[in-house]
């Protein structure tokens, strides 16, 4: 066998087995990301702060009551 043909044996080897190595080390990098929560941007906070409060000011409103027609008044019959 010649020195070119091991000389390609063993780099082939070799990169493979980073190749092994860099999957192995990216899928517990994503596995270990998943369990962690997802930042939020101080922008996304206050939005939904302002929602929060928007919604709970929606809650306590209460609509006024509907005008009566006066006795005198009547649907024109």
Do not use: C, H, N
């Not at 390609?8 to 080897?13: D, S, T, Y």
């Not at 941007?41 to 809650?59: G, I, N």
């Not at 306590?60 to 649907?75: H, L, M, Y």
């Amino acid at each position: 066998m010649s020195t070119y043909a091991i000389f390609m044996i063993i780099g082939l080897i070799v990169v493979t087995g980073g190749w092994i190595a860099y999957f192995v080390w990216d899928y517990k990098q994503r596995k270990e990301e998943a369990l962690q929560p997802k930042p939020q941007s101080e922008k996304l906070q206050k939005t939904k702060s302002e929602v929060s409060d928007w919604a709970k000011k929606m809650a306590e409103f209460k609509s006024p009551a509907p005008k009566r027609p006066a006795d005198g008044e009547g649907t024109g019959s």
